[in-house]
């Protein structure tokens, strides 16, 4: 019986019946010859499911009691059978097993008098002091100091080997290896300088930084700023197979640093091999979540002699990256080799109702260019009413507006969408195409849909149209009632138009006085407004109406009790 419980038996069912909970048994294992034991069974099991566990406890923090047998038996079994995969996993976790915290220092310059103080890269003991700056770093190994750094030499001297006895197998296996790497891991100078293998393989070569037996430092006189790819063996990453290496680096790396060191080289070494890259893999480019790999590909993507032959569809996905840099130059690009009759009506139409501006510009562009002749291209026009981008959203209207609001062609339910758009710049463009000149300007149908409107500018445009005109086409007292109240309701914009709402309702109130009883009360609430203007302007509009029209004085004294009238 293993410490804590933990059998040989019940390890070898959670083995072989592939249980989730494998990692755990080990890590609450803690006898020394039974996971010796155990290791070699783990290493001769190649299940697929075996090596992802494997790879998961060897990614663990290397703190638990007795464990060094199985991590020690793994890593030579990998060894010696060459397994790149595993040692991959090794070097990425050793070069993290070390980290050299930053600690202040000062010296007394006894000519001028003063302490110079600067800091020093430290290396920790098996114990990391409580101001380190590694806070990930285990505080707790079960390796001493010196263990872990030969560990660490000896992971990166497997791939220098391979560098030197089997050069084709050397690129393919590194790059399993960087692909391990982190930013979480990488987020300092110093945990840079510290991951022993990741500095030999992508700036072996550098001058700007040289190796001791134990660490990497910046040379004397040089900036770690300075510091550019130059991998060992550099003729090897410069070979024709290395290109496709490098580039499937760029879109799977997890660290940032391993996705720029694999640009760069692309671009100094394999310029050739960027230019004739198919279309395909350019767009897992332009889709990859860093911004750096996106212009990358927008780059290769505009300068590709392929772009006349790419098919619609592959427009289309194209439109929809992220990156706004990247969206500008496959925008030109489709502006240099796309003709807008190779786009249907619909697809246009839904280019023009995405949300980045270029995108908008460009299918709003080809829509004019378009000629609209049958009912369905109409309908299909009057969906540009679902535009979302705000910035394109006036020019939108005018065009869609110029299609389906002529005299000609002129429908009421196409139209009135544009009023009920959801952008403000929208419904701006629809009120001015709303004049005497327009075929709406008359139809009741119009009129009676836009009273019921939610929004307040669309309201208030509706009172300023009354100023101007007797009544709404299709709207009788009730519908302006309701309009009034909802203007004069509007606590937080409309003051101008307020008043003349106010104007409108007295005048209403002399000319039909048997409406009264659905007037009076509006003005009261402007009367009791706690705005002077308000209140000033609706006793005015009830003394008139009175005057005009004496038979109202009662109502008034039953709807504003504290009014009296003389």
């Not at 010196?146 to 690129?171: E, N, S």
């Not at 009730?478 to 138009?497: D, F, K, M, N």
Request: net charge positive; with cysteine; charged share 25%.
């Amino acid at each position: 019986m293993a410490a804590e419980g933990v059998s040989r038996l019940k390890l070898e069912e959670a083995l072989a019946s592939q249980d989730a909970q494998l990692i755990e048994l080990l890590r609450s294992c803690h006898d020394p010859k039974l996971l010796k034991t155990f290791a070699q069974r783990l290493a001769r099991d190649h299940r697929p499911w075996v090596r992802e566990q494997v790879e998961v406890l060897i990614d663990q923090p290397w703190n638990a009691g007795g464990h060094e047998p199985l991590l020690k038996h793994l890593f030579k079994d990998a060894e010696a059978r060459k397994d790149d995969e595993r040692m991959a996993v090794f070097l990425a976790r050793m070069d993290r097993s070390i980290r050299r915290y930053r600690r202040k220092r000062f010296s007394w310059d006894y000519q001028a008098r003063q302490a110079i103080h600067y800091e020093v890269l430290t290396s920790p003991s098996n114990t990391i002091p409580n101001n380190a700056t590694s806070t990930w770093a285990s505080s707790e190994s079960i390796f001493s100091h010196k263990t872990r750094h030969h560990l660490r030499r000896r992971a990166w001297r497997y791939f220098r080997r391979m560098g030197f006895q089997d050069k084709p197998r050397y690129v393919l296996a590194v790059a399993k290896a960087l692909a391990q790497y982190e930013d979480v891991y990488l987020e300092k100078g110093e945990h840079i300088l510290d991951s022993w293998g990741l500095m030999h393989a992508c700036f072996g070569e550098s001058e700007v930084i040289e190796f001791t037996p134990s660490h990497t430092n910046v040379r004397e006189g040089q900036r770690f700023g300075d510091l550019a790819p130059a991998p060992y063996f550099p003729e090897l990453w410069q070979a024709k197979p290395a290109a496709d290496v490098l580039l499937s680096l760029v879109t799977t790396a997890k660290a940032r640093l391993v996705r720029v060191w694999a640009i760069t080289l692309l671009r100094r070494w394999h310029a050739e091999f960027l230019d004739t890259l198919a279309v395909e893999r350019i767009i897992a480019m332009l889709d990859h979540p860093d911004a750096e790999v996106q212009q990358l590909g927008a780059e290769l993507f505009s300068n590709n002699k392929t772009l006349g032959s790419l098919p619609i569809e592959t427009w289309l996905r194209l439109m929809n990256t992220t990156n706004l840099t990247a969206l500008e130059l496959i925008v030109d690009a489709m502006q240099r080799h796309v003709t807008p009759e190779r786009l249907s009506l619909p697809q246009l139409v839904e280019l023009a109702t995405a949300r980045p501006v270029p995108v908008v510009r460009v299918a709003l562009r080809f829509l004019q260019s378009r000629r609209i002749e049958t009912d369905e291209q109409r309908h299909q026009t009057a969906l540009l009413a679902n535009a979302r981008c705000e910035g394109e959203a006036e020019a939108i209207a005018r065009h869609a507006l110029s299609v389906i609001g002529t005299r000609d062609h002129y429908n009421a339910d196409d139209v009135v969408r544009f009023f009920d758009s959801l952008l403000p710049g929208m419904r701006t463009a629809a009120w001015a195409w709303l004049n005497e000149a327009s075929p709406g300007w008359t139809d009741s149908n119009l009129w009676s849909r836009l009273i019921e409107s939610p929004y307040d500018d669309v309201r208030m445009k509706l009172v300023e149209a009354l100023k101007r005109r007797m009544n709404l086409p299709g709207a009788d007292v009730a519908a302006h009632v309701a309009l009034w109240c909802s203007t004069l309701l509007a606590v937080h914009r409309g003051g101008r138009t307020k008043l003349v709402a106010m104007g409108q309702i007295s005048r209403a109130l002399r000319e039909h006085p048997e409406d009264a009883e659905k007037l009076l009360p509006v003005l009261a609430v402007a009367i009791r407004s706690v705005r002077l203007p308000e209140a000033r302007t609706g006793l005015a509009a009830v003394v008139s109406a009175i005057d005009a029209r004496p038979e109202l004085q009662a109502l008034v004294s039953r709807v504003l009790p504290e009014l009296r009238v003389a």
